[in-house]
């Protein structure tokens, strides 16, 4: 029995969750299991979403650095390819939508689960 209530209070204080004794009846835990669901599946839908949108950007720096200088010395021009720039752009657009939203449901349930809140800021 000893060793029960000792893990149990072990386990309690790991995740930081406040408790009645469990000596005295029934106790009850006041955090809010499903706002901490929707978080966690938010910030791992924020996480996902970062690390697409990165890739995106390199392949976009990529295709600028390759182009280099240009000149008309050796009888030909290099063109860039403006339209898959542009695609690469919206694409970075809508992921940052989605991002943005997923931070904002992240937000709406940390404080009923008692996790920090995400700030966004700009480059």
Not at 9 to 25: A, T, V, Y
């Amino acid at each position: 029995m000893f060793f029960r209530n000792s893990l149990f209070s072990i386990l309690i204080q790991i995740n930081k969750i406040p408790i009645s004794d469990p000596r005295k009846g029934w106790h009850t835990m006041p955090q809010d299991f499903e706002a901490l669901g929707r978080y966690v599946d938010a910030e791992n839908r924020v996480k996902g979403l970062i690390d697409e949108r990165d890739k995106i950007i390199t392949q976009l720096n990529l295709s600028t650095q390759s182009f280099g200088r240009n000149s008309i010395m050796g009888g030909y021009v290099k063109t860039y390819n403006v339209l898959r720039a542009k695609d690469l752009i919206e694409n970075i657009s809508k992921l940052e939508e989605e991002i943005n939203s997923a931070i904002s449901e992240m937000n709406a349930n940390a404080q009923k689960c008692g996790k920090p809140t995400l700030r966004i800021s700009e480059s």
